[in-house]
Nanobody, 125 residues
Framework: QVQLVESGGGMVQAGGSLRLSCAASGPIFSIDVMGWYRQAPGQARELVADIDIAEKSGDITRIVDSVKDRFTILRGNGKRTVSLQMNTLKPEDTAVYYC???????????????WGLGTQVTVSS
């Protein structure tokens, strides 16, 4: 069973930093895309950043405009980890942050999507 486990959430004052990490485990053949979404109270879940993995041509990173100058998404050396470095946090960044991966559990199979359980990030003003 594939599992994604997040860590690193918490409470921080505005202007502070947090680093979220996500590790994938289980029967994984390869990972297609990995990223982070967030969901604020009463809001829809939204993409924050993702990495389209392309070993030969180079990974493609996408970050939404609202966090572009403050957040960085990083793929771990272990290939099954992804982190989100969040700097200059604002109260509007308060949300549950979810790790997401689109991956293959077997060669020649269709990719499936997996979600972590989420980690709370609270930014106080």
């Amino acid at each position: 069973q594939v599992q994604l486990v997040e860590s690193g959430g918490g409470m921080v004052q505005a202007g502070g930093s947090l680093r979220l990490s996500c590790a994938a485990s289980g029967p994984i053949f390869s990972i297609d895309v990995m990223g982070w979404y967030r969901q604020a109270p009463g809001q829809a879940r939204e993409l924050v950043a993702d990495i389209d993995i392309a070993e030969k041509s180079g990974d493609i990173t996408r970050i939404v405009d609202s966090v572009k100058d403050r957040f960085t998404i990083l793929r771990g050396n272990g290939k099954r980890t992804v982190s989100l470095q969040m700097n200059t946090l604002k109260p509007e960044d308060t949300a549950v942050y979810y790790c997401w991966m689109k991956l293959y559990t077997r060669p020649f199979d269709r990719p499936s999507e997996y979600w972590g359980l989420g980690t709370q990030v609270t930014v106080s003003s």
